[in-house]
């Protein structure tokens, strides 16, 4: 059973950096699936972050690329979301995603307030 | 990458059959055959119900359907139940790695 577990802070202030930690279970982050971050600001649609397939490449969103990271630790078998300068737009629930050209896997979801 | 195009909301009575459209481009839509559907209730993960454009995963009533006709994409459900109330959003891989959504329906069950 593969399980991806979000973590990180829920708070973030204003022009700071949002940093999330994904660790997966069940299955290596090396093999078969792009690995990224979705996520949902409250009330509104999903929106993609990024994705990386390892030994190809990552890719962004173009509308976030300028401010978002994502790296993975195959020692850990995990993955790390960055998100610089944040602002009130912002807020939402981030998901960590596996995708074979959809989501099969899903987390449960963090939320994450940016705020002063 | 402009988010792809769903009405805001479709209604219909239990029983009944509705059909929800997803409207692309050519880069994302109407260019790969990678469209896909979510089901996400009220606080929860979604949860795919078509990939592939017409694919339904197991466990996945055979009341829900996907097709495509150019750069639109639709999703049947027939049968409608109560349960089925809940917001769907598509979504398509698109050119250069990436991923597109639309911007959500909300289904209500009469």
């Known amino acids: 059973q593969v399980q991806l577990q979000e973590s990180g802070p829920g708070l973030v202030k204003p022009s700071e950096t949002l940093s999330l930690t994904c660790a997966v279970s069940?299955?290596?982050?090396?093999?078969?699936?792009?690995w990224g971050w979705i996520r949902q600001p409250p009330g509104k649609g999903l929106e993609w972050i990024g994705s990386?397939?390892?030994?190809?490449?990552?890719y962004y969103n173009p509308s976030l690329k300028s401010r978002v990271t994502i790296l993975q630790d195959t020692s850990k078998n995990q993955l790390s979301l960055k998100l610089s300068s944040v602002t009130a737009a912002d807020t939402a629930v981030y998901y960590c995603?596996?995708?074979?050209?959809?989501?099969?896997?899903w987390g449960q979801g963090t939320p994450v307030t940016a705020s002063s | 990458q402009s988010a792809l195009t769903q009405p805001r909301s479709v209604s219909g009575s239990p029983g009944q059959s509705v059909t929800i459209s997803c409207s692309g481009t050519?880069?994302?839509?109407?260019?790969?055959?990678?469209v896909s559907w979510y089901q996400q209730h009220p606080d929860k993960a979604p949860r795919v119900m078509i990939y592939?454009?017409?694919k339904r995963p197991s466990g996945v009533p055979d009341r829900f359907s996907g097709s495509r006709s150019g750069s639109t994409a639709s999703l049947t459900i027939s049968g409608l139940k109560a349960e089925d109330e809940a917001d769907y959003y598509c979504?398509?891989?698109?050119?250069?790695?990436?991923?597109?959504f639309g911007g959500g329906t909300k289904l209500t069950v009469l």
């Open positions: 995603v596996a995708l074979n050209f959809y989501v099969v896997f």
């Open positions: 069940g299955f290596s982050i090396s093999s078969n699936y792009y």
């Open positions: 990386f397939f390892h030994g190809r490449g990552t």
């Open positions: 050519s880069s994302d839509v109407g260019g790969y055959d990678y």
């Open positions: 592939d454009v017409t």
């Open positions: 979504s398509s891989y698109a050119d250069s790695y990436t991923w597109v």
